[in-house]
């Protein structure tokens, strides 16, 4: 077996605690870059410039997009369906009041009374 030589090597208390911190301190964290935020203004000005680069249809990123979401937060689910059906339904009842004044005037010229069942088939 081999003999090696072992030397310490120790510090004075002092001149260690000098010269080694010693003391425990979390590294602060690093401030993260500030982010800009885009004003609506801003936005719209944006919006304005890229209009026609935007495509029209597609899930994300395009103008359908933008409907669908928009309407959905204002609250129109399905901005053109009910109202559509709103219209339709006036448009039956008016076309039922022309075609009922149309017989009147039809039958105070003619003195012919006109059938009901022409307006009930309607």
């Given at each position: 077996m081999a003999n090696y030589p072992l030397n310490k090597i120790s510090f004075n208390k002092d001149?260690?605690?000098?010269?080694?911190?010693?003391?425990?301190?979390q590294q602060p964290l690093?401030?993260?870059?500030?982010?800009k935020t885009t004003s609506v203004e801003e936005f719209f000005t944006l919006y304005n410039a890229l209009f026609y680069d935007i495509p029209v249809d597609g899930d994300t990123n395009s103008h359908t997009y933008l409907y669908?979401?928009?309407g959905e937060y204002a609250g129109l689910d399905n901005p053109?369906?009910?109202?559509?059906?709103?219209?339709?339904?006036?448009?039956?009842?008016?076309?039922?009041?022309?075609?009922?004044a149309n017989q009147t005037i039809l039958t105070l010229q003619t003195n012919i009374p006109i059938?009901?069942?022409?307006?009930?088939s309607m």
């Open positions: 001149a260690y605690e000098r010269t080694i911190d010693t003391s425990f301190a690093p401030t993260p870059p500030a982010t669908r979401t928009s053109t369906g009910q109202d559509v059906q709103v219209l339709l339904d006036e448009i039956t009842i008016l076309r039922q009041d022309l075609l009922t059938s009901s069942s022409v307006s009930s």
